[in-house]
């Protein structure tokens, strides 16, 4: 199978925009590539060009069969102009016949290889990434960007082998080119990636941020259900109301949060004068409540107090002690032990119950991780997997970090805050 027939892109009809069958030819056995001028180049008595040459010579026929291409890739490209079509073409053919002209190290080479060739000095993005931006925005699938390389490393090799002498064409220089569109293809990969992520996550945090008012609305109407001597029935309803807000709140902050880190703006912290003693004495009250049947056991030594975002830590602890009380075992106690030291302050959650796997707590405080088994590392109660991450950016935010270590005895998360100056 083809390059370009791997790509399964091209809509039935497709040889009439160009498409030809090409075997036999150096680096190309097998593919289909796009060569409507294959006929009129052919025919040019074959001489002795570099390939570069070759590339800047016929620019113009090489693009239009590019054109030609990105018009097939529907339906993104069904409303795009020839302007648009092209896009940075040119100027991605330019630099990868600049580049196979450079002289390069072996070590030059393999840095490339690498994906860390050098960025051009005198621009911050490449054409290679502005082309993968604006077909990310023209709403090309990422399959449809490779597509266009592969169909363009397959044609421009095809019709130089066919104007070129046959003992001319040097193998370094396809070596030099493939290594050029590599390149170009590492390039546009990443960008196109960072640009769906970034609007991915603006798209959510923006649900999350406009779920909240109706949400806040509810709330305020089950409190007001709550309190109404309505009979045994409403109240009973309201309770239930009130705790299904409560996790879906708790569900759209984590997914704000998480998007703030994504979007690289941190989680934000309000740092005052508190006693963790005292704060956190309060929050597992309200814990005890929401799971009745828990055992939850604070333990306190030395001199706690300090300055931090209090909210943030009762979030931090209320999401370590969840997970503790999700995983552990039923009949076993959860227990947190706090310490205050010389500049900082610890605070430890224990549970008892199966082992962590090693492989597992390498990357127990990232986002939605999937487990050997293949299962995603979540909340049997629908949460998002993501209220380990927020406890190690909370912890972070205030300038400490996070620990988990596990035996069979038990599991341990370990809190290091440092005690910040008002």
């Not at 602890?317 to 706090?338: Q, R, T």
Request: proline residues 4%.
């Amino acid at each position: 199978m083809s390059l370009v027939d791997n790509i399964g892109s091209c809509p039935p009809g497709s040889r009439a925009l160009g498409l030809s069958e090409n075997r036999g030819l150096p680096g190309t056995v097998g593919l289909r590539v796009l060569a409507p001028n294959v006929k009129a180049i052919s025919e040019r008595k074959p001489v002795n060009l570099k390939l570069s040459s070759f590339i800047l010579s016929e620019i113009d026929s090489i693009v239009a069969e590019w054109e030609i291409f990105a018009a097939a890739q529907l339906p993104a490209a069904a409303q795009m102009g020839s302007l648009a079509l092209r896009d940075h073409a040119e100027q991605i053919l330019q630099t990868v016949a600049k580049d196979t002209l450079t002289a390069q190290t072996v070590d030059e080479q393999s840095e490339k290889s690498k994906g860390r060739a050098p960025r051009p000095r005198d621009a911050p993005t490449t054409a290679a990434e502005m082309h993968a931006l604006l077909r990310a925005q023209s709403g090309f699938s990422i399959n449809q960007l490779a597509a266009e390389y592969r169909a363009l490393r397959a044609s421009v090799l095809s019709l130089w082998t066919k104007k070129a002498e046959p003992n001319a064409v040097d193998p370094q220089d396809m070596i030099r080119f493939n290594e050029a569109i590599d390149q170009a293809v590492a390039e546009s990969v990443a960008f196109f990636n960072a640009q769906i992520d970034n609007e991915r996550n603006l798209l959510l945090g923006t649900l999350g941020h406009d779920m909240r008012s109706p949400l806040h609305v509810i709330q305020l109407t089950a409190m007001y259900l709550s309190k109404m001597d309505a009979g045994t029935d409403v109240a009973t309803c309201a309770a239930r109301l009130l705790k299904s807000t409560s996790s879906l709140k708790a569900l759209l902050d984590d997914l704000l949060d998480f998007n703030r880190t994504k979007l690289g703006l941190g989680i934000t912290i309000s740092p005052a004068a508190v006693d963790l003693a005292e704060a956190f004495s309060a929050e597992l009250e309200q814990l005890r409540v929401a799971n009745a049947g828990r055992l939850i056991v604070l333990e306190a030594n030395g001199e706690v107090s300090g300055v931090w975002d209090i909210n943030r830590l009762n979030q931090l602890l209320g999401n370590l002690v969840v997970n503790a009380l999700k995983y552990g075992a039923f009949s076993s106690p959860v227990k947190i032990v706090l310490n205050g030291l010389a500049g900082e302050v610890t605070f430890a959650v224990h549970n008892h119950g199966p082992k962590i796997e090693q492989s597992m707590l390498a990357q127990i405080f990232e986002p939605l991780k999937r487990g050997s088994d293949g299962q995603l590392v979540s909340g049997t109660d629908g949460s998002m997997g993501l209220g380990l991450y927020i406890a190690r950016e909370i912890a972070t935010a205030h300038g400490g970090d996070i620990a988990a270590k596990s035996d069979e005895n038990e599991t341990v998360f370990t809190v290091r805050l440092p005690r910040l100056r008002a």
